[in-house]
């Protein structure tokens, strides 16, 4: 294989349309040296069937339960690894990507040793023009992570730069990397795993790039939106109980680089508030899963 193959990792559960789209948009680029790997977790809607009978170029895994985010992305990484390629793309199903985003964030990587990944910019899929992510920083008081340029016109960005933190949604970096920081923690399942990975990547030493001449647009929210709308609301209760406890985890995990007091201040007043605003809404299954996600947070680290 060449020295600048790459393995790109997506993930489908349940979204033939989504991750259809997804896939055709990568196989359009002008950059052909990759190759796609799909792992299936578990779908129910005969999604991973359709896909084969199109795309038959893919490498297709099927987990015979829904392994999150995480699990089924490490499963493929492992894989990639096993078969040498040199640098590893996780892709969200629920984006597309421009005809030649590949190309600047392989010259990122290949100019910059001290850079192990690095990220595009991420635009909202019905206004390409407006940001979803470009980079992200860490409160190392209150513990907790920001989202960087959200909402504004790309039009107004800076130049390329480096960031403490890099979406899940999509980034490329280095294979070597996994064998000095491990693969993704897979009790996040999904939520918090990126930034806990990028502070691997910070503490071993490397550093995390961005590069805005290369585009994918999201669709925010396909994933983890309630299909129907019900008294819970948009939001489904585990992903509230999920978001609840890789926080916590979180934190935990990285103790060090956040103060105590301020951590704990934080973590109060979010949780104090989430359960005085699922009570006036009345959405006590959400209240429940606040209280459940904080300790087994705390449980799980």
């Not at 084969?52 to 985010?69: A, V």
């Not at 860490?138 to 340029?149: A, K, P, Q, S």
Request: hydrophobic share 40%; glycine share 6%; net charge positive.
């Amino acid at each position: 294989m060449k020295s600048s193959n790459i393995a790109v990792i997506l993930v489908n559960w349940n979204q033939y349309e989504l991750t259809r789209s997804c896939i055709i948009s990568i196989l359009n680029c002008s950059f052909q040296d990759f190759e796609i790997f799909l792992v299936d977790n578990a779908s129910e809607d005969n999604s991973l069937e359709k896909l084969k009978q199109e795309f038959s170029d893919i490498t297709f895994i099927q987990n015979k339960k829904n392994l999150g985010f995480t699990g089924a992305n490490n499963i493929a990484i492992k894989e990639a690894i096993r078969r040498k390629f040199e640098y590893i793309m996780l892709l969200n199903n629920d984006t597309e990507v421009k005809y030649n985003f590949f190309e600047p964030l392989l010259l990122s990587l290949k100019n910059d040793k001290k850079l192990a990944a690095v990220q595009p910019l991420i635009l909202n899929f019905h206004d390409k023009n407006t940001v979803w992510n470009f980079g992200g920083k860490f409160n190392n008081f209150f513990g907790y992570v920001t989202t960087m340029n959200k909402g504004i016109n790309k039009s107004k960005l800076l130049e390329n730069k480096n960031t403490e933190w890099i979406s899940g949604c999509c980034f490329l970096f280095k294979s070597e990397i996994i064998d000095k920081i491990g693969y993704l923690d897979d009790y996040f399942f999904v939520y918090y795993e990126d930034a806990d990975f990028s502070l691997r990547i910070k503490e071993a030493g490397y550093e995390i790039g961005l590069q805005k001449n290369s585009e994918i647009y999201h669709h925010e929210g396909a994933s983890w939106k309630l299909k129907k709308l019900n008294k819970e609301g948009k939001l489904s209760p585990y992903t509230r109980y999920l978001t609840i406890r890789n926080h916590i985890y979180f934190i935990q995990k990285h103790q060090i680089k956040f103060n105590f007091l301020g951590k704990w201040i934080y973590q109060f007043f979010k949780i104090f508030s989430f359960s005085f605003y699922f009570i006036v809404r009345m959405r006590f299954q959400k209240l429940s899963m606040v209280f459940k996600g904080f300790k087994d947070g705390l449980k799980g680290y």
